[in-house]
């Protein structure tokens, strides 16, 4: 009986636990769908927070780096803005420099106008004071040629009115302070024909001779005779006879080669004024 009755007890508590737990089981069902919503709508929030951190840094991040685009943006419109600037200034600059030199060119030109006027009053003045000065040198040249004796160049001239053979008439010269004359030019030639086409005398004796060294002419200034100037007539000098080593001027004024002993020949003497 103790047996069947603990059996029994035991059933007992058995069936009263499990009743115990059934029914605890029964309070508990709605608490653990609690814990279940609970715990899902947390994993839900936290979904949601990771999800809007994520979108947020990423965001973040983006902005971030379309900022530093827009700063780096910025910064090169700035620089850009600024070489403008630098730019503008310069060429303002470069502007005004410009102008300054345009306005020195102008001075300038203007200066070199007027110097170029005062340049050519000066030249003109310079001239004529040239001019006269070639006048007054030959005036005082002139005057330094004494009476009876002609001024041309840088010489005066004796025309003799007496007659000489050549020796003769070159010691006339030389006691004169002279010696017979040399022509060196067309114009010397011409000047002295103008003194004999208005002289009674017609020839002269001159100062050229081969006298050394037959057919080598020699002036007496030493004038060398190959290089300078000539004037003999037709077919002279002819040495006619094989006689003939002194030179005189003829009517024509042109030269002839003559019999030095010759003593009917008048004389041109020639004194330099510049020696
Ligand atoms: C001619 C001619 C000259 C020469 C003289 C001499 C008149 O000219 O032959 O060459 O010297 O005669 O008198
Ligand atoms: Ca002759």
Request: aromatic share 10%; net charge negative.
């Amino acid at each position: 009986m103790d047996n069947d009755c603990s059996i029994c007890n035991e059933r007992a508590n058995r069936d009263m636990l499990f009743a115990d737990s059934e029914r605890s089981y029964k309070t508990k069902r709605p608490l653990c769908l609690l814990y279940v919503l609970l715990v899902l709508s947390y994993i839900l929030i936290l979904a949601l927070f990771i999800t809007v951190l994520y979108k947020t840094t990423s965001d973040s991040s983006q902005s971030q780096s379309s900022s530093a685009q827009l700063r780096d943006l910025t910064d090169k419109v700035l620089a850009e803005a600024n070489s403008t600037r630098n730019a503008e200034v310069k060429l303002k600059e470069n502007k005004f420099n410009i102008d300054v030199l345009k306005n020195e060119v102008q001075l300038i030109g203007s200066k070199s106008e007027k110097s170029n006027m005062d340049f050519e009053k000066l030249a003109i003045q310079v001239a004529d004071i040239r001019a006269q000065l070639r006048d007054l040198e030959i005036s005082s040249k002139n005057i330094s040629c004494k009476v009876d004796w002609e001024f041309y160049r840088d010489s005066c001239y004796f025309f003799s009115t007496s007659k000489h053979d050549w020796s003769d008439a070159r010691s006339m010269c030389k006691d004169k302070g002279a010696d017979l004359v040399v022509i060196n030019s067309r114009s010397e030639q011409k000047f002295i024909n103008s003194i004999i086409a208005d002289s009674s005398e017609k020839r002269f004796w001159i100062g050229l001779h081969d006298r050394s060294t037959e057919d080598d002419w020699e002036w007496v200034d030493g004038t060398v005779y190959q290089s300078s100037y000539k004037n003999w007539g037709p077919g002279e000098p002819n040495d006619a006879e094989y006689n003939e080593d002194c030179a005189h001027v003829q009517e024509i004024g042109s030269w002839n080669d003559m019999n030095c002993d010759y003593s009917q020949f008048n004389a041109i003497c020639e004194q330099k004024l510049s020696a």
